[in-house]
């Protein structure tokens, strides 16, 4: 069983956060800059070994693609081009953002470290392991891929 990671795309960096090899615990990895995005996933697998990505989904109130998925189509297709042999699983990340704030704040964070945007990315990607690991579809795509 290798290591899920998750993705928090963004126009300017993506939030990081990947699994245990056992999956049992979500962590923060990091930040990167979208358009290293591709060769840090490279250098990661190649040091950790992913078994596959799960990538926020932003949705509106009603389920539909919300309005910054346009920037998360184009840097994910790159992905799936650049590293074709592994899978990529979508799932709503709904509300992320406001949890990842919420997180700091009962975390004790002050002002200041709550506006660091590249932390809220890397506190919403892990947030967003964490609830897909707790989800039906991840028991679903377990089941579905043997893993």
Do not use: W
């Not at 699994?19 to 490279?42: E, H, M, N, Q, Y």
């Not at 389920?63 to 799932?91: A, C, H, M, W, Y």
């Not at 964070?109 to 690991?133: H, Q, Y």
Request: hydrophobic share 40%; with cysteine.
């Amino acid at each position: 069983m290798g290591r899920i990671l998750a993705i928090d795309y963004g126009r300017k960096r993506c939030g990081i956060a990947a699994t245990d090899p056992l999956r049992i615990i979500a962590s923060g990895v990091g930040t990167v800059p979208s358009a290293s995005l591709v060769d840090f996933i490279k250098k990661y697998r190649a040091e950790n070994g992913i078994d596959f990505i799960v990538v926020g989904e932003p949705r509106d109130m009603q389920g539909n693609p919300s309005e910054s998925t346009r920037f998360l189509v184009p840097g994910i297709k790159r992905l799936q081009k650049e590293i074709p042999d592994i899978d990529i699983v979508f799932f709503d990340e709904r509300f992320t953002s406001v949890l990842a704030h919420r997180s700091m704040l009962d975390g004790g964070l002050g002002r200041m470290a709550r506006r660091d945007k590249a932390l809220v990315d890397e506190i919403s990607a892990t947030i967003i392991l964490n609830d897909f690991l707790a989800s039906r579809q991840y028991q679903e795509y377990s089941n579905q891929n043997q893993i």
